[in-house]
Structures are given as structure tokens and as C-alpha cells.
């Protein structure tokens, strides 16, 4: 006999699925997300040229002509908006990843083992932490020139420690608990305990302080273009467009308001679809 | 404990030894010195400044008298700024950034919480949204656009406050509001979300069960486990935060030491270069360690290991 | 602790926060109420960009650094607020020889120190000794060693014996220079530059020996001066108080009684100052906010011509720069004027030439003339036609707004006019300067200052070997017009020589002129006197305050 649909039973990862298709504003989040990456990825296409100049425009609110606006040197924004955001979004992305891998992993495993492995481990984190950021660029450039994946490697070298802190608190103050030593007793390996029994179980801080590194590392991307790593002029990113929107806020708001929406946009679109991964992971959570 | 700090204490002395010489070689390979200037400086002038500051020493000597002065508590002049030593420089500015960094800490906490465990309890329903909200906006626009905003309109328009400086007790307000709108929203959502995990836990449901209160169910159980990530990430997020901020700092023209951390490795200024990072490094390090106390204190499942 | 100690902690701990050393922001002093009118302080508020490295005038380079020793020091020979030329300072007179090679300087009677002790030739010849002097490594001391018998050699340590030197006083009121060589513009360079400006050595031995530098001899308190003005305090990265030097021989003329220099680091940040009346006048102005200005506060923006010149320098040593007629076809190519109106907004001069014209007489005749027709034909002569072929060409600049966008809107008009394309990269100042310096560069963005007011500042860095010619140029005939300007018999003379130096450079572009600066500032409708000059000399002498 069949067992029926609503006892059928359901993986971890389906069942938080699920529980993400019915939360609707995290779904909407998703959905907007998407929207904002396909926009970006596809749109340039479309759109008009984003480095062609028109000196004597200058910077000139919408118009029909120009959805939002052009910047001092006559280029269109929403052309410019657009390929900022694959930069953006990509360094967002990638740079977070690398942050989130070896955080994760590092924290993990920091918090797990306890006793003079943690100890070391959050050690070195700590002489990470201290060493300056701006003169380890610098070197970076110097020894490696100056590509895109510097810029991934350098924003993660140093998004992933405080990933790391969090992790290992977490891990810490689960690692007491019934189902870690049911685990440990059943003989499990270590690997095995760290990955698919503490992790999924810390899951949800880590996803909250995701969608926070996210943006901050779009911003950080725009002082990293300030040492002259990053994207080149006259490709720009969210982060360079409002910085430049800043300087000039008073006379030309578009610069500002525009790109500054879309980014905005994107972390509120993150933060809610993160919220509901969350929730839809958290096992714990009853089912009201 | 006392075991507990005392060990913390002793490994902080490697973990410094190693900070210094790694920043010491670092700054050192990095292109352009201190003298580096636009207009080009003849080779003898360059041997004699070298002379003068002790850089034409092999390096390695160079490194030992660094090593040297530093355990008599001498950080040295500063490469810059040579009338004023670089222990001067931080005395005078330390204070102004750890008074900035203690109220925007102030802002950030007394924000954030309430914001994050009011967004925990009410999850999903529209106070959760506003909250969550309202804590983003802190995230959303960056303190570069924070700041002069704010100062455009309160200062210039109303005319309330000064445009920057840090000379009265009323220039302290626009600053710190802005960067503690940052660590706000760090702090509402990390609040939030470590609520959330421990709201779920059984022995919620058990206090509940045995009729507490709703308000004591949160603040004397669920408070202590769902701070764990917020105090985590406010380890060396306060560590930053009293060592001043480099944007907050020019914007306002705030004469404290978070500008010198980024100006003196834009100067080559390599003893101020030491110096900060010697001083961010023990901050820290003791941040860190009080947070490790304190989680334990949160969680009397941890032990001091 | 309790509960409500708790709470009530929370609450105080930030107020007692707040209430930090409660300084005053310095304010426009409001006119005394009522009673008879008192004198009311002229104190000018003046926005200084750095935080100045030190007050040593011997030890320092920069401008902000300049401004300040322009108000604590006076020179033998002052420049004059109008036309620079030199007027009598601290010497009230002086004669050269018929040769040009000695001058004779006779000091004013009766100046003092801000200490009230007597400025003397001592003075002078030990300040001189310490410029010149190996120890103390001066940046600027090539302003007296090139120039001076026998200076190199002690400079250079060949000689400690500093009678070898010609620089003496046959008596206590007289000083007695001797050049290797006439200088068509050494009383230029003293009235404008501080490398020759006389320090209290009494007080610079009571800190440390006479060649120490940055003892604390510079410090409020211990410093003394002969200028206008005297130091009064220095908070580091606040303000630098400087009042009037009652001892000053001329301070019956002064009519400021205070300055304050205020480090506005941010140019954004500086403009905000300015609007909320905390400072007086500016250095700088965002340039989104210049046209703003002109067109509704006109008479608080002010836009002086500045001896300096904006170019793009190339290593002639790499391909495809090594060519001058790539270099001629890029220089073609720019729109000076479309730049200047759209892009940098200060009512600069586009330069076609490398001198700045109007220095003191000399205007360059030589012009880089041609069409953009012209220019793709060099192109194509050059072997790159329509820009088929070119190999890329990167393009340096430190990392600046103003930059950024000037090197983006040339780079699309090199695109658009040549279909050369160009690749940006900017970098942090000192690894850009450490680029330059080590000629690690294709094309590099430059701007080059004068010192003093005269075209040899401008054309002298071209010569082969010189240590600020990173172009690596190198034409004799270039070379041997510089030494014949330093003979020429006069003035005239040597401007001619001058013009066919220009010629050269237009002719082989080693750099591409683009505009030659101007200074564009804010500055309140209270500051009155300002002298407006090419060498962005504040002259507080010439100012007073009305409200």
C-alpha cells in the first residue's frame, strides 16, 4: 500500500524548498533578484552605449531620450547602471562565495575541534584581522597585476574571518547538544559530523551575515577601484557610480538616486530571500 | 576564567611578534617610500634623508632596532609628520575616535536591538517587515552618502550643527548617527536571526509551557542564546569601530585615528603604519577575548576550554 | 549592579560621552555691542587642504606648507602682490655687480625676531650653511647650489670649509652673494621661494644642533619667525593659530591680526565648511559646483590664473610613443576646448604650447596647429592608419576625480577621432609616483608647477639628465639653448632662446600639453585685498576683514 502524499517522506532540502515557494515576500525577493541579474546580463544589449560621450549634454535629468539621465560627461545612466550591476553583482557574488567557503569551513572546523587547534586557528584569524589592508593590495598588484580574480581574492581574503567568528560561536554553543553527541556516538566520522550535522545547523546566522557581506562588498570593491584594482575606467560598478552620485548629489540627484535604488533594491530583494532560507532551513521551526 | 584569560594573555605575545613583522616587511616592498615626491629628489638627498631616519641600515638591523623600541614602549617618530612622534599622534588621537566610536556604538546597540528582537518575536508579520526594513537602511546608503546628507540638511539648512569638525559636545551628534546606522542594521539583523534560531529551541517552548511571561520567556532565556552571532560579529566590529572610521572621519574632519590607519599607508609613513596596526591588533585581540568570555557567559553550556 | 543602575548607566554613559573638551569652532567674531566701537580682532579663517608636515622652511615642499611660511617668514627680497616683481624685504636695497655675478644685499635697519632679539647677518649666513649643508638633506637646496660659487662642492661634501662658499658679509648690515654664473632670475627665485628665507638660529640651536631636522624648535611656544605673523598654537589636525608679529618692521601695515589655517582634507567636505561659514575662503571647489557658483554667487567664486601646466607625459622610449608623429597625431586630436567647458569647468587656458604664456612677459609664439585631418595622416605616415595596427597605449593617472574624468573624455575623443583605442589605469599616489620616477609608464598624466615666476621653470626639465625629464627625451640642440638662456645678456635675449625651446617641444611633443591651470576657490565677501597672483602667494599683508 501507498503510503499517502502528506506522509511521503521528504528530504531536508525539498522540504525547505517548499517552505520557500510559500513565503511569498522571500519569493518575490527571489523573483526580483533574478529580474535585477537578467537586466544587468542582458540589458546592455539593448540599451544605448554606456562609455559614448556627449560632451556638450553634460549631465541632464531623464528624458525620453535618456530613462535616466546622463552623468558630467554626457554618457547614459541606465546603460551605466546596467553594466555596473554585472560588476557589482558578479564581485558580490564570487567574492562572497570565497568568503562563505573557506569561512564556513574555517570556523567550523575552529569551533569543532576546540582545546589548541581553535586556539591557533582563531590566532592566525586574529594577525589576519590586524595586518593592513590597504599595503596587502598594494602587494597584491605588485605581484600579480592587476585582474579580476585579485579583486575576488582580495575582498575575500578579508570578508571571510569575521564569517569565520560567527561560524565558530555558533558551532560552539551547538556542539553541546543532544544530536552532536547522538552523532558522535553513533561513531560518525568527523568530516561527516562537520558537514552535514553542524553546518546545516548554523546555517542561519550565516545566511543572515550573507546578505550583509554582500553589499559590503560592492562598496568595498569601489575603494579597491580607488588603489586601481578593480574595473578600469570607463566601465564603472554600483559601487563607483554612487560614490561619484555622492560627490555630486546636490546638482545632478540622478546620479545618485538612480544607481543607489537598484542597490537598495538588490539588498532588500537579498535580505528577504534570505530571511526565508532561513526559515525554511531551520529545522526546528513548527510547522504553524 | 582566570586560567582561561591568563592563557589568552600569554598567546597575545606571538600573535603581536608576528603582526609587526609581517606589516614591517610588508610596507617596506611596497612601491614608494616616505620620500617619494613629485618633484625628483637628487640621489644624495636621497642618501642623506635615508641616512637621517635610519633607512639606509641593512634591513635586518633595521628590524631589530624597530623590535628594540618597541619594548621600551617607543613607537617612534613618525615619517610624515617628523616633529611629533608616532605614541604623541595616538595619544591625541585615540581619544576622539574612541569617543566617536563608544556613541556610534551606543546609536548602534540601542537601535539595533530592540529593532532585531522586536523583528524576531513578530517574525513575518508587518512589524517584522518594518523593522527589518528600517534596520536596512543603514546598509543601503553607504556612510558616504549618510554623512553628507545629513549634513547638507541639518547642518547647512537648518543650520543646527556645524558642517564638520569636533570642537563642542554637539558635533559629536551627526557622526556617530552615521556610522552607527551601519553597525545598526549589522546588529538588528544578526539580532534577528539568533533569535530566531533560539526561539525555536524546546526550552523556549518548556518556559513558555510552565506559564512565564512572554517578555521574560525573551528577555531572560531567549536573549542570552540569540545574542551568540551579534556578539560574535561585535568582537572585531567594535574593534574597528573605536579605532574610528577612515570615511567618517574625513567627511566630518574629525581629527582622530581611523584616518591615519589609511593616510599613513597612502604616506609610506612606515613607523605611524607600525604603530596602528599595533594598536588596532590589541584591540583586537582584547575584543576578542571578551567576547569569548562573554559567550560563555551567555551559554553556561560553554566551558573555557 | 541593580537593575535601574543598569538602565540608568545606559542612559548617562552616553551623555557623559558627549560632553568631551568642549573647544569653539573658530567663528567670525560678531561686532562688539553697544559702548564705544572696540577694535574688532581681523581674524581670517583660511582652508589650508593638508596638515602641514612641519614649519621648517628649510625641510618642507609643499603648498600648504608654503602658505603658512609665507605669513611667519619674510625674505631678503619680497615679491611685489601685483606683478611678482621684486621689492625690498628684509633688505631694503641691493646691487649687482656689471657682470651679474655678485650681489650685495644691505639689510633694513632695526629688524627683529617675534622674540625681539635682532635679525643679523649671522643669521642669514648660518640659515644658508644649514640649506646647503649634507646633514640636513633639503629637497630645495639646489635653489641655492645651483647657483652659488662653490655651494655644489660643499653640498656634496667635498669641501666642510664654508669660507670655500660665496656667501658672505663684508659687514654686520651687509650680505655678499657670488654666483658661478649670472642668473637672469635669482632675485626671482628669492622673492618667491622660501629656500633662501633666514631662520633664528639662536633659537634652532637651543633644540638640537644646527643641522638636526624637525627638532622641536617648530613647536608652538618654542617658535620664533620674521614674518607678519608669529605662531600662536598648532593642534595637529585641527588648526594653526598665527598673530601678529608685533615685531615685524612693518607692522603698521598689517592689517590682520590673526590667521588660522584649517586642514580641509575633503574637498567636499571643505566646500560644506565654507557654506556653513566656518572658514573664509577655500583652496579648492568640487567641480560639479563651479558653474553652480558662477551662476548664483558669483562674487564668492574667484578663478585665478596659476603658473602651472596640465599634460600628458610620454616614455619616448616605448612603442608606439618612441614615434613623434603618433605623439603629434594624439596631441591633434584633443579638444582643448570641448575638455576645458564640459569636463573641468575652471576657465583654464587650453595649451598648445608647453610655457605658460603671460609669465612675467613671456607668452610661447609656438602652437601645436593642425586639423584632425591632419592628425590621421600622421597616424597613417606613422605607419598606424585609421589606428589599425597601433599597439595599446595605457594611459597612468593618480587616482583623482578630476582625472578620471579628463583621461575618459580623451580617451573616447582619441577613439572617436583616430579609432585609437587607449587603456585607463589609475593608481595611489605613491605607487604612481614610484611608476614615474622608475619610468615604469607609456603615458602618464602630469602637471608641473613653478616655483618662481619665470619660463626657465618650465623649460629647464626637458633637458637631457634632468632629474624631472621622466620622458626620457633627449635632443642636444634642446640641451645647448638651455645653458645659452642661463648667458643671455638680457631679458629679451633670453626670452628669444626661450621661444625656439618652445618650438623644439611642439615640434617633437615629448609631452602633450593639455590646459595651464587655474585656481579655482571660494571665498567670502568679508576678505578684502586679496591680491590675485600667478604664483598663488596669499600675501595676508595686503588683506583685512569687513563685516
Known amino acids: 500500500m501507498k503510503p499517502a502524499e502528506s506522509e511521503r517522506g521528504h528530504s531536508l532540502w525539498s522540504d525547505a524548498w517548499h517552505r520557500l515557494r510559500r513565503n511569498r515576500l522571500a519569493f518575490a525577493g527571489g523573483i526580483v533578484l533574478i529580474v535585477l541579474a537578467l537586466a544587468c546580463a542582458a540589458g546592455p544589449v539593448f540599451s544605448q552605449s554606456y562609455e559614448e560621450q556627449n560632451l556638450d549634454l553634460g549631465a541632464v535629468p531623464p528624458s525620453r531620450e535618456h530613462w535616466l539621465g546622463t552623468d558630467t560627461l554626457g554618457r547614459d545612466l541606465l546603460a551605466r547602471t546596467l553594466y555596473g550591476g554585472r560588476i557589482s553583482i558578479t564581485v558580490g557574488l564570487v567574492a562572497t562565495f570565497v568568503a562563505l567557503a573557506i569561512g564556513v569551513t574555517y570556523g567550523a572546523v575552529a569551533g569543532f575541534l576546540g582545546g589548541k587547534v581553535d586556539a591557533v586557528m582563531m590566532r592566525i584569524v586574529d594577525i589576519l584581522y590586524a595586518l593592513p589592508f590597504a599595503i596587502f593590495v598594494i602587494l597584491l598588484m605588485v605581484f600579480f597585476g592587476r585582474n579580476i580574480f585579485l579583486l575576488f581574492f582580495a575582498i575575500g581574503a578579508v570578508e571571510w574571518l569575521t564569517m569565520a567568528r560567527i561560524v565558530r560561536g555558533q558551532v560552539l554553543s551547538i556542539k553541546k547538544m543532544e544530536f552532536i553527541e547522538a552523532a558522535r556516538a553513533l561513531g560518525l566520522g568527523r568530516r561527516r559530523i562537520i558537514f552535514r550535522h553542524l553546518i546545516p545547523n548554523v546555517l542561519g546566522p550565516v545566511i543572515v551575515y550573507t546578505t550583509l557581506t554582500i553589499p559590503a562588498v560592492m562598496l568595498l570593491e569601489a575603494f579597491l577601484s580607488f588603489l586601481g584594482l578593480g574595473v578600469q575606467a570607463p566601465m564603472s560598478s554600483w559601487g563607483v557610480l554612487i560614490k561619484d552620485g555622492s560627490e555630486k548629489m546636490e546638482e545632478f540627484w540622478w546620479l545618485l538616486v538612480f544607481p543607489g535604488a537598484l542597490f537598495s533594491l538588490t539588498l532588500f530583494s537579498l535580505n528577504f530571500l534570505g530571511d526565508g532560507l532561513r526559515d525554511a532551513l531551520d529545522v526546528r521551526a513548527s510547522k504553524d | ?305 | ?547
Request: charged residues 20%.
Open chain 3, 1 to 547: 549592579m541593580t537593575r535601574r543602575s543598569w538602565r540608568a548607566a545606559l542612559v548617562l554613559g552616553p551623555l557623559a560621552l558627549i560632553s568631551g573638551c568642549g573647544k569653539t569652532a573658530p567663528t567670525a567674531e560678531p561686532p562688539a555691542a553697544g559702548g564705544a566701537p572696540a577694535h574688532t580682532p581681523q581674524v581670517l579663517r583660511y582652508g589650508n587642504t593638508a596638515e602641514p608636515q612641519d614649519i621648517d622652511p628649510q625641510v618642507v615642499q609643499g603648498v600648504p606648507e608654503m602658505h603658512i611660511i609665507t605669513a611667519l617668514f619674510e625674505g631678503l627680497v619680497e615679491a611685489d602682490p601685483k606683478d611678482l616683481h621684486p621689492i625690498p624685504g628684509l633688505a631694503s636695497s641691493w646691487e649687482i655687480s656689471p657682470d651679474g655675478l655678485v650681489y650685495t644685499f644691505h639689510l633694513r635697519d632695526n629688524i627683529k625676531w617675534s622674540d625681539g632679539s635682532p635679525i643679523t647677518t649671522d643669521d642669514f649666513l648660518l640659515s644658508w650653511k644649514r640649506m646647503i649643508s649634507p646633514r640636513l638633506a633639503s629637497e630645495y637646496a639646489y635653489l641655492i647650489y645651483n647657483f652659488v660659487k662653490g655651494a655644489k662642492d660643499f653640498y656634496e661634501g667635498k669641501t666642510t670649509d664654508f669660507d670655500q662658499v660665496g656667501l658672505k658679509a663684508p659687514d654686520p648690515r651687509t650680505l655678499q652673494v657670488t654666483l658661478n654664473s649670472p642668473i637672469p632670475f635669482l632675485l626671482k627665485v628669492i622673492a618667491n621661494h622660501y629656500a633662501w628665507d633666514a631662520l633664528p638660529i639662536k633659537v634652532l640651536l637651543r633644540y638640537g644642533a644646527l643641522e638636526d631636522r624637525s627638532t622641536q624648535w617648530t613647536h608652538a611656544g618654542n617658535f620664533v619667525g620674521s614674518g607678519p605673523f608669529m605662531l600662536k598654537e598648532w593642534v595637529p589636525q585641527e588648526r594653526i593659530v598665527v598673530v601678529r608679529n608685533p615685531n615685524y618692521w612693518d607692522t603698521a601695515n598689517v592689517r590682520l591680526d590673526e590667521v588660522d589655517f584649517l586642514p580641509t582634507e575633503d574637498i567636499d567636505a571643505e566646500e560644506r565648511m565654507f557654506r556653513a561659514n566656518q572658514i573664509d575662503r577655500t583652496q579648492e571647489i568640487p567641480l560639479s559646483k563651479i558653474d553652480v557658483y558662477k551662476r548664483e554667487h558669483p562674487e564668492l567664486i574667484h578663478i585665478d590664473p596659476f603658473l602651472g601646466v596640465y599634460f600628458y607625459r610620454c616614455n619616448v622610449t616605448r612603442p608606439p610613443l618612441n614615434d613623434k608623429r603618433v605623439r603629434k597625431a594624439l596631441a591633434l586630436a584633443i579638444d582643448r576646448e570641448s575638455l576645458i567647458r564640459n569636463v573641468t569647468h575652471g576657465g583654464q587656458l587650453p595649451a598648445y604650447a608647453v610655457s605658460v604664456p603671460g609669465n612675467v612677459g613671456y607668452t610661447p609664439r609656438a602652437r601645436i596647429t593642425g586639423t584632425l585631418d591632419d592628425a590621421r595622416r600622421l597616424l597613417a605616415e606613422a605607419g598606424y592608419p585609421g589606428g589599425s595596427g597601433l599597439p595599446t597605449i595605457q594611459l597612468l593617472y593618480n587616482t583623482s576625480a578630476a582625472n578620471k574624468q579628463i583621461a575618459e573624455a580623451v580617451q573616447e575623443m582619441w577613439r572617436k577621432n583616430l579609432g585609437v583605442n587607449i587603456e585607463l589605469l589609475n593608481q595611489e599616489w605613491k605607487v604612481y609616483l614610484d611608476s614615474q620616477h622608475t619610468h615604469n609608464f607609456q603615458m602618464e598624466r602630469a602637471g608641473w608647477i613653478a616655483d618662481y615666476p619665470d619660463p626657465h621653470v618650465f623649460l629647464e626639465i626637458f633637458e637631457t639628465g634632468n632629474g624631472n625629464n621622466d620622458t626620457l627625451w633627449s635632443n642636444a640642440a634642446y640641451d645647448s639653448l638651455v645653458h645659452q638662456a642661463l648667458r643671455a645678456k638680457d631679458e629679451a635675449t633670453r626670452y628669444e632662446i626661450y621661444q625656439k625651446m618652445d618650438a623644439i617641444l611642439v615640434d617633437e611633443c615629448p609631452v602633450i600639453p593639455m590646459y595651464y591651470y587655474t585656481r579655482p576657490y571660494l571665498m567670502s565677501t568679508r576678505v578684502k585685498g586679496y591680491s590675485p597672483n600667478l604664483m598663488d602667494n596669499p600675501f595676508f599683508k595686503t588683506i583685512h576683514m569687513e563685516d
Open chain 2, 1 to 305: 576564567m582566570i586560567r582561561f584569560v591568563l592563557q589568552r594573555l600569554l598567546q597575545t605575545i606571538p600573535v603581536v611578534w608576528v603582526i609587526i613583522t609581517a606589516t614591517f616587511f610588508m610596507i617596506r616592498f611596497v612601491p614608494g617610500g616616505p620620500f617619494t615626491a613629485e618633484r625628483a629628489v637628487t640621489p644624495e638627498i636621497m642618501r642623506n634623508l635615508e641616512a637621517h631616519y635610519g633607512l639606509n641600515k641593512p634591513l635586518y638591523r633595521q628590524y631589530l632596532d624597530y623590535c628594540s623600541s618597541i619594548l621600551h614602549g617607543d613607537l617612534g617618530p613618525s615619517f610624515k609628520y617628523p616633529t611629533r612622534t608616532v605614541n604623541e599622534i595616538i595619544a591625541e588621537k585615540l581619544p576622539v575616535s574612541i569617543q566617536l566610536g563608544l556613541l556610534s556604538l551606543c546609536v548602534a546597540l540601542g537601535v539595533g536591538l530592540p529593532l532585531g528582537i522586536l523583528a524576531a518575536v513578530k517574525r513575518n508579520t508587518w512589524i517584522d517587515y518594518v523593522c527589518s526594513s528600517f534596520a536596512m537602511v543603514g546598509i543601503c546608503i553607504p556612510t558616504f552618502v549618510m554623512g553628507p546628507l545629513l549634513i547638507l540638511v541639518f547642518a547647512i539648512h537648518f543650520g543646527w550643527f556645524n558642517a564638520s569638525g569636533w570642537y563642542s559636545p554637539i558635533d559629536r551628534v551627526l557622526p556617530s548617527l552615521t556610522l552607527g546606522s551601519v553597525y545598526a542594521a549589522y546588529v538588528a539583523r544578526l539580532t534577528r536571526g539568533g533569535m530566531l534560531e533560539v526561539l525555536s529551541q524546546d526550552y523556549i517552548r518548556t518556559a513558555r509551557a510552565k506559564g512565564a511571561s512572554e517578555s521574560r520567556v525573551i528577555l531572560r532565556h531567549a536573549l542570552r542564546g540569540g545574542l551568540t552571532p551579534v556578539v560574535s560579529f561585535l568582537g572585531p566590529a567594535i574593534a574597528g569601530i573605536v579605532t574610528g572610521s577612515f570615511v567618517i572621519e574625513t567627511i566630518f574632519q574629525i581629527p582622530g585615528i581611523g584616518r591615519e590607519f589609511i593616510n599613513s599607508a597612502f604616506n609610506r609613513d612606515y613607523t605611524l603604519v607600525l604603530g596602528t596596526v599595533v594598536l588596532y591588533a590589541g584591540f583586537i585581540i582584547g575584543m576578542n577575548l571578551v567576547v569569548d568570555v562573554i559567550q560563555v557567559w551567555l551559554n553556561p553550556k560553554l566551558k573555557f576550554e
